[in-house]
């Protein structure tokens, strides 16, 4: 896969989530729900279903997501928002990162898949997820 001058580089594929703080997460999935029409699936929570252009045949999903202020989700970051990117090689990238002088949390895996985390220059966290395989 290639983009750009990234060729054969471990890359982001899509937008896998969008987190951010509410100070009130049900009101504000509410308003949401009502408002824009955003399909919750729950208090402060919806799943949008998409294919790739490259993989038509494997479905994935980007999740928006609400979270009281404070939750762990956003470890140390002042930022309201924490962006989950969809990545084809986790390792590969974190090690990109590592090498670059990121500082790069541990590995979780779970059903879902394997995730990881850093923080950008500015002090945002940013949420890697390669998904697993089904």
């Known amino acids: ?75 140390t970051s002042r930022s309201p928002f924490v962006i989950n990117y969809i990545v084809d090689s986790l390792d590969e990238v974190l090690d990109r990162l590592r090498r670059a002088g990121a500082a790069v949390e541990e590995v979780e895996e779970s059903e879902e898949g394997r995730f990881g985390w850093v923080y950008d220059p500015e002090g945002n966290r940013v949420e890697l997820w390669e998904p697993a395989m089904k």
């Open 1 to 75: 896969m290639g983009h750009g001058r990234f060729t054969c580089m471990a890359n982001v594929l899509g937008i896998g989530a969008v987190m951010f703080k509410s100070k009130d997460p049900e009101a504000l999935g509410a308003w949401y729900g009502k408002m824009l029409g955003l399909p919750l699936r729950g208090e402060g929570f919806g799943l949008f279903r998409w294919r790739s252009h490259d993989e038509p045949g494997r479905e994935h999903c980007s999740v928006w997501a609400l979270f009281p202020e404070g939750a762990e989700k956003f470890g």
